[in-house]
């Protein structure tokens, strides 16, 4: 599983299942591929939501990843996008597990575990591609958010 | 464990009128056999929930700010809401009317019209149920009580999107050792390991699982708790523990309906933390609710000495 990401969401979704399904030998035999594979794929996902709403995706980093600035730029004037975050920072966190030990005994599981972090994000930002208020009612706090809408975050590398 | 809490006004909500009733009954048995004191706040009012908070933010602002009006005037300066969406709007009221003048002019006038005293922000503390028992019991208080340990019981703890966000209207988390985190919430977890239970490593317990879409679109909602239910059951976790009635109805709804929609069936069994920790202490299954669940989980209890 290398290579650019594609461009469709159901892609992305299509071959987190993938690497889901894939054998431990297989994962474990190229895991800081996968583990670099299932970042890309989220800056994917994310690259997806931002060009659809006519943005041009950061090349920026928050904390030395993408992923983290993309969401960021998705979050700025979108109070949703607050139902990411974690998920983002999860996505990371997995991808970090496994690069700094692949050796870990827990490494295939870590690597299903981080696709599955990835697939809700896909899910996630599938949905909201299709009924754009998901994540509106429950996590935002729309007035709070609105007065940060034209705020540059300071931690933008 | 502070010690205090141990005498709070209760602010169930609606939800936990309705659909979350397992939920309020698990509560206040629990709040029993803990020894704490719940007082229900008399002649409250829907806290703004989803829908007036969208249409009409400052409008939810006075309905929560009502409500703390109430707790006050009862003589208390905590209120416990079990429910996230109760909890995260009181919270926003508070924030909202300590930084926004146009929220406290609306407020005032709203009160003045309604006839009852104006709701000062930093009067009346909110807390969720888990500070409550966090607090006022904590976890060694929790051990020494525990008759039927959770112990073998593998538990995944989902927190939901509202107990954490915005990070800014909880302004007493992140605080270091001993608070709560916004990124990585740990009190349900602390909670269910005193009384026993391993919690399991649960990378999605904050993820969005299409709550106020569970009607309106309903597929989505579908997928997003079919992969928290089986990122759940990948974890290795028997029970997905839960602390909001509109997560739990919908992992209990959509745990159904991906079976017969999507053909994918999952096992893992739905509990609030309180009807889990309401076992720990001895009591039964049907005086924490488990019956009043969607879902079912009495004979998957009964098997583990539960209830």
Redesign the interface.
Known sequence: MTGMPSQRIDDIAARLDAMIASADATLVAAAPEFAEDLLALGDAILEIWLTAHDATPTTRTVEGFRLLALQRQGARGD?SF??????C??LV??RNLVCLDPAHPDTA?RL???A??A??LA??I??KL??A?????????????SQEANTQPAEIA | MSGKYKNVAYYPGCALEGTGHAYNRSTKELGKALGLEITELKNWNCCGAMEVKNVDPKLQTYLSARNLSIAEKMGFDTVMAPCNGCYHNLKKAEYDLANDASSREVNSRLSSKAGHKTYEAGTVETIHALDWIKEAIGEEGLKARVKNSLKGLKVANYYGCMYTRPRHIFPEKDKGPGSESTAKPHFMDDLLAAAGAENVEYPLKTACCGGAHTLSDCDTSTKLVLNLLTTAEACGADVIATECPTCHTGLEMHQVRAEKVLGRKTTVKILYFTQLLGMALGLSARKVGVHENFSESSAFLRARGLG
Do not use: I, K
């Open positions: 109070a607050n139902a990411c975050r974690e998920t920072r999860e966190y997995h599981r299903r575990l981080g599955m972090v697939r809700h899910l996630f599938g949905g299709e009924v208020g998901l994540g509106e009612f429950c996590c935002a706090s729309r007035p709070l958010r």
